[in-house]
Structure formats: C-alpha cells, structure tokens
C-alpha cells in the first residue's frame, strides 16, 4: 500500500503522521509525505520521502506568525481561515496534484488544516481519510456562536466553489475537514467527553507517539531529585507571546523553591536571570523529559496535553486561542487539571494550582485513568490497522 500524508507546515499537525508513518513503513507499506518541504524537512525523520506543496505558503508561515500570535477568539479565527488555512489550501493544490500523480498514493491522508489534500484526493479519485490532530472541531465548537459556524462554513464553502469539480463530485457540499471513510482522531473519549456519539468511521485510536528530529542537549544531572519537577512549556509558536506570563511563571517557581523544580522552556531573552533552582532551556526534549516529570503547565496545545496525560501527568493549562480553550475545557471536566487565565494570572494563582495539581491526588487518578485509555486505544498502530482496511 502507498500512503500519501498532506500536512501544514506545523510540528503539531505532523507528529502524529510520523508515528503512523512509521507504523505502516514496518509494516511493508511505501510513505511520503506532501507539503511545504522547506518546513517539513526540519519536522520529519532524516529519509522522509516529502513531495513538495505550498513552497511559498510555507515559508510565510513566520510572518504569519507575527501578526496572529496577539490576537484572539473571533479575530484569532477569522486570521486563522483568511490568511493561514485557505491561502495554504490555494498554494498547495497544484503540488498535492503533482505528489498524487507522481506517488499514486492507495490512500491520501489529510490533516484537518491541510484542506488541499481532500480537494486534490477527491478531484483524482483517490480514496482519503482525516488525520484529526487536534478533537476541539469533533466537538461542535460553535454551537453556542451559531454566526461564527455560519461563517467558517462561508469560507469552506467559497474554497470549495474555486473547485467546482471535486465540490459536484456526488452532487453535494461536503467538508474536506472531515473524510466520510475514516476520521483518524488522536485522542479518546475519555478526554473528548461530552457523551456525544460518533459514527463508527471515527477512530479514537490516542496518540500517536514517535520518533521526533534529534533532541537538543538537556542537563539530565540538574534535575532536583528531592523536589517534584514540573514542565513549563507554551509550544513552539507561542513563546513570544508569554513575556507577562513567564514573570508570573518566575514569581511562583519562587514560591515553590522548597518543594518544586520548575524546567522552563522558553527564550533566556524573555526571562533574564531565573532563579538557580529553575531549568531554564530555549528547547526541551520533551518525550524523554515527560517520565521524569510530576506534573506539566502549558497553553493546552493538544500534543503537549495528549503527551503529558500518556505519562499520566496532571496539568495546569492557560489557553491562548484556537483549540486550546476547548482543550482546557476538556481536561478539567475530566478531572486532569486546572485551567488558569493566561494574560492576566499571577504568580500566586499559578503557585496555588500546581500546588493543587501536586499534592491532590484527584488529578493525578483522572490524568492516569486518561493514560489507560490512551494506551488501550493502541495509538499509532490502531491508525495502521484502520488505514489499511480502506483499501
């Protein structure tokens, strides 16, 4: 079997690929993956197959990134749809055809923020499934902002309208953020929650955990084996955004000093001279420092969430924008953590909720009850095995 993976040019959106990528590369199957190659070639194993898309889109992702990183709920959407997802989707197209054309892929799969490759797949009939990377739109994200659905659809609907011919294939609107043969979601319901029942083309399969591009140097020998050691981390694209926050973060690693090691990752620039009980590290290695870990603070990015919960770690999260609110959301009701407020938390609420999230073991049971449901759902292998029963 050829598998054809179409992703943005987003670390979050392409780890789980290179799990599953892997996964099926074991298992005798031909992988590629397609998209802006610049961008990709720093986020996937060194032998990675990638098939150029988007080249230009790509690159403009970090100018991009200047300008949306302040903003947030509508204006972040709005952002998000006009000058990120739809332009990608334009630039993308003519290289996603020349990928499928050139790799004749059995199955296409299509991150959810990589829309070309539904438009593509469907055009040239090939059979395509969705790589969910992220479960906040599985669970209806506006319904309580009927006007934003309203216009997200607006925008679907006037991308589709460029390709009249893949949107009329069966007579009807479709939605290239959801494949009607298999949704690949790397979560569980454990953690969707919710209670709302999915079609059975749904496949809640965990995480996908795997290799990642070579780790950066970490001092294993600082890390304090008499305090519990927390993770601080605001991902990759939201690091010059936290400059209020990393004082508040500084202010509680303070407070915590007899009890706690707090491992920042963050710019030195942003922070000035940490405290010397604090790890302070631009990049973490964040799979081999999670087992090592009590407990990890972060914006709710659904990679970060998902990987501390499959080491049965309790968080404390404070969203920025996006899904990362619903992410939050999803932790608390499940009983996994604590929700903080991101622009305006201070040092002593941010001491007081990983104080809670270390010391109450309610956290802890839910995060670990979580883990289990990760690990029964079978992560990348399980997207492997629904994979290959499409063809």
């Not at 050139?102 to 090939?126: K, M, S």
């Not at 990377?133 to 460029?162: C, H, M, N, Y």
């Not at 591009?213 to 008499?226: E, G, N, T």
Request: hydrophobic share 45%; charged share 20%.
């Amino acid at each position: 079997m050829r598998v054809l993976f179409t992703v943005p040019p987003l670390a979050g959106h392409v780890n789980p690929t290179v799990a599953v990528g892997a996964e099926l590369a074991a298992r005798g199957h031909e992988i590629a993956w397609t998209g802006p190659a610049s961008v990709l070639a720093g986020l996937l194993p060194a032998r990675a197959r990638i098939l150029p898309a988007g080249e230009g889109a790509g690159s403009s992702y970090t100018a991009l990134h200047e300008r949306w990183r302040d903003l947030r709920g509508v204006a972040a959407l709005r952002f998000l749809w006009e000058e990120a997802l739809v332009p990608l989707a334009r630039a993308m197209v003519p290289g996603v055809t020349r990928a499928v054309r050139t790799f004749e892929p059995d199955v296409l799969v299509a991150d959810q923020q990589a829309l070309a490759g539904p438009l593509v797949a469907r055009r040239l009939g090939v059979p395509w499934a969705t790589s969910a990377s992220t479960s906040a739109e599985l669970t209806r994200p506006f319904a309580d902002f009927p006007k934003v659905g309203e216009w997200v659809a607006e925008q679907i609907g006037g991308l589709l309208a460029e390709f009249e011919d893949a949107g009329e294939a069966d007579g009807g609107s479709w939605d290239p953020r959801f494949s009607d043969r298999l949704v690949l979601v790397f979560s569980t319901p454990e953690l969707v929650g919710g209670g709302e029942e999915f079609p059975p083309h749904y496949a809640f399969v965990g995480p996908a955990l795997g290799a990642r591009p070579a780790a950066p140097d970490f001092p294993w020998q600082r890390l304090d084996p008499a305090r519990r050691r927390v993770l601080v981390s605001l991902g990759t694209l939201n690091q010059e955004a936290g400059g209020r926050f990393y004082r508040a973060v500084l202010g509680a690693a303070e407070r915590l000093a007899d009890r706690a090691q707090l491992v920042l990752a963050a710019p030195a620039s942003l922070i000035g001279d940490p405290p010397g009980h604090l790890l302070l590290r631009e990049r973490v290695p964040q799979l081999d420092l999670l087992p090592h870990l009590d407990a990890v603070l972060c914006h709710g990015g659904h990679n970060t969430v998902c990987e501390a919960l499959a080491h049965g770690l309790p968080l404390v999260i404070a969203p920025i924008r996006d899904d990362q609110p619903i992410v939050a959301r999803q932790v608390v009701e499940a009983g996994a953590g604590i929700r903080v407020r991101f622009g305006r938390t201070r040092a002593e609420e941010l001491r007081d909720a990983l104080t809670a999230v270390l010391d109450d073991p309610g956290p802890r049971r839910a995060a670990r009850r979580i883990q289990a449901s990760f690990a029964a759902a079978g992560g990348a292998a399980a997207a492997a095995d629904r994979l290959e029963k499409l063809i």
